[in-house]
Each structure stands twice: as structure tokens, then as C-alpha cells.
């Protein structure tokens, strides 16, 4: 299994900058996938960004250019560097992971709030 724990989330105002970071434990050399979700009051969860293990990186729409996803093998943290932020970021964000054999692992949520 693997244990996934978020952090970063703050106000902020637009325009600002913010990151996320994503700790992973327990058997994380099986870890293939970490990515993002979000989910803004009253809306769906919405896939927000995903880095593979072979460096692979892809985001959704509207956050390309703003989001950079990246991941640190030496302490098996996934980051999500957010810049130029709007208030429709807002949003709780959730980290997952990818490995074989079991489900994908989930993270508690981390809120993001944009807002003067």
C-alpha cells in the first residue's frame, strides 16, 4: 500500500503562486503514476495533472502554462507548482498514486483558496 499526504494549501490572492507537495510512503518504489485532482464547491472532481514514472507530464486544459507538475525520487514527493492564480482555482486539490497490483491511493485534500 501507499499512504499519500498533501500539503501547501493557503489563501491567495490572483495572480499569486502556490505549491502543493505530495508525500508518499510505504511501497512507493511500485509507484508508475502521480497526478492531481480538484474539486470546487458544487462541482466534480476534475483531473488536474499527472506525471508518469518515465518523466511523462500532461495537465488539463485550463491550468497549461500556469501548473508545473514534478516529482523528486529521493523523497517521493510529487509537487504541483501553480503560478498566476485565478479564483476559479479554488478548489480542494487531491493527490494520487498509481501502482500494480492495488487501487489508486488518495490523498486527504488539500484546499486551495484564491480570493482578495
Known amino acids: 500500500q501507499v499512504q499519500l499526504v498533501e500539503s501547501g494549501g493557503v489563501l491567495v490572492q490572483p495572480g499569486g503562486s502556490l505549491r502543493l507537495s505530495c508525500a508518499a510512503s510505504g511501497s512507493v518504489i511500485r509507484i508508475t503514476t502521480m497526478g492531481w485532482y480538484r474539486q470546487a464547491p458544487g462541482k466534480q472532481r476534475e483531473w488536474v495533472s499527472v506525471?508518469?514514472?518515465?518523466?511523462?507530464?500532461n495537465y488539463v486544459d485550463s491550468v497549461k502554462g500556469r501548473f508545473t507538475i514534478s516529482s523528486n525520487n529521493a523523497n517521493n514527493t510529487a509537487y504541483l507548482q501553480m503560478n498566476n492564480l485565478k479564483p476559479e482555482d479554488t478548489a480542494v486539490y487531491y493527490c494520487?498514486?498509481?501502482?500494480?497490483?492495488?487501487?489508486?491511493?488518495w490523498g486527504q485534500g488539500t484546499q486551495v483558496t484564491i480570493s482578495l
Open positions: 506525471i508518469t514514472s518515465d518523466g511523462f507530464v
Open positions: 494520487f498514486a498509481d501502482y500494480p497490483g492495488f487501487p489508486r491511493s
